[in-house]
């Protein structure tokens, strides 16, 4: 009994010490080193989305590092986004039945591409996110805000962990 748990014991620690030691590095296997990331179109009817959310998504990767920003001349790919819509619905009723909480709530269409070969590297048209504010202690653009962080975050990890 103890020879079998033994064996066990002893493929169980190989495994562990195999399996940890795998490395990879994004942008390797898809030869990208660097991204143009123009304005995104706003084809919804609120004013403004595009800059805060280009911001948001722009900030987001510079943080990351993993890629370069370019312009689009010299970029290895180029991302496209196209705000589709925006919606702002109550979210939480007080026990008065009076508006606690409003849902900011958008979708887009997102596609990165080589610029060379303009093989597609990531495309998902029904992108979305949302967030939540309190109208007595915020302001509608501290939603817009959350949920522009929340939307450049899920893009950054929807496109790197892509490859």
């Not at 705000?83 to 619905?89: A, L, Y």
């Amino acid at each position: 009994m103890s020879a079998v748990f033994f064996i066990l014991f002893s493929f169980s620690i190989l495994f562990v010490f195999s399996s940890c030691c795998t490395y990879s590095f994004t942008g390797v296997t898809t030869g990208i080193k660097s991204i143009a990331i123009p304005t995104f179109e706003n084809e919804s009817l609120k004013y403004g989305l595009e800059d805060t959310f280009t911001k948001a998504v722009t900030d987001a990767f510079i943080e990351d590092n993993r890629l370069k920003i370019e312009n689009e001349k010299i970029a290895d790919a180029i991302l496209h986004v196209t705000i589709k819509s925006f919606e702002r619905s109550p979210y939480s009723y007080d026990e008065s039945e009076n508006i606690k909480e409003y849902k900011i709530a958008i979708s887009a269409s997102v596609s990165l591409a080589k610029k060379e070969s303009e093989e597609e590297l990531f495309k998902s048209n029904n992108f979305s996110e949302w967030a939540t504010y309190y109208p007595l202690t915020e302001v509608e653009e501290d939603g817009i805000d959350r949920v522009a962080q929340k939307f450049s975050d899920k893009i950054l990890r929807n496109i790197l962990e892509s490859w």
